[in-house]
């Protein structure tokens, strides 16, 4: 059973800057890709940066990008979100999860971790 645990998270003050971790354990195989989400109270869960854990290609929402870097340890089995010139509108619970297969839902998720910007 893969287990994901995300920390990091916290409060900050607008323009500072907070580094989450999300490590996996239990993995017995290697997996397409692992992605970062959002939920900011009243809204639906959004994407937030994706890495593909083969050959290291990323993708970010255009909210974050230039501001967000995903990057992987593979020897850790962790993956990290930096996030810089934090703003109010990205207060959010984050969460990680792991994909299996490419083009499959999100197999394995975080309990979620808090990240709360103040102006």
């Known amino acids: 059973q893969v287990q994901l645990v995300e920390s990091g998270g916290g409060l900050v003050q607008a323009g500072g800057s907070l580094r989450l971790s999300c490590a996996a354990s239990?993995?017995?195989?290697?997996?397409?890709?692992m992605g970062w989400f959002r939920q900011a109270p009243g809204k639906d869960r959004a994407i937030v940066a994706v890495i593909i854990l083969r050959g290291g290609t990323t993708w970010y929402a255009d909210s974050v990008k230039g501001r967000f870097t995903i990057s992987r340890d593979n020897a850790k089995n962790t993956v990290y979100l930096q996030m810089n010139s934090l703003k109010p509108e990205d207060t959010a619970v984050y969460y990680c999860?792991?994909?299996?297969?490419?083009?499959?839902?999100?197999?394995?998720w975080g309990q979620g971790t808090q990240v709360t910007v103040s102006s």
């Open positions: 239990g993995r017995t195989f290697s997996s397409y890709a």
């Open positions: 999860a792991e994909q299996v297969q490419a083009g499959n839902p999100y197999d394995y």
